[in-house]
């Protein structure tokens, strides 16, 4: 797995571009609550942190998938 052993909480917060202008697509599976929403949380606050307006991040919940495990994001066009 390429991120073996690497922190992934660690990153250069001035290397990402400012959010205020951007709307993200959030689809998380339903399954295993306690992880995903976990996952969702901290995928929201970082995503705030750096300037996404909470009403441009839509979340879509969805049953589990084969090859859907936990959470995805995307970043979406107007």
Request: charged letters at 25%; proline letters at 4%.
């Amino acid at each position: 797995m390429a991120t073996a052993y690497q922190n992934l909480s660690d990153y250069d917060f001035n290397s990402v571009p400012d959010g205020s202008e951007m709307t993200f697509g959030i689809v998380v599976a339903e399954w295993n609550k306690h992880i995903t929403e976990k996952l969702l949380e901290g995928a929201c606050n970082t995503l705030e942190k750096h300037g996404v307006k909470p009403e441009n991040i839509y979340v879509k919940r969805v049953p589990v998938l084969q090859d859907f495990h936990s959470l995805h994001i995307v970043a979406l066009k107007k």
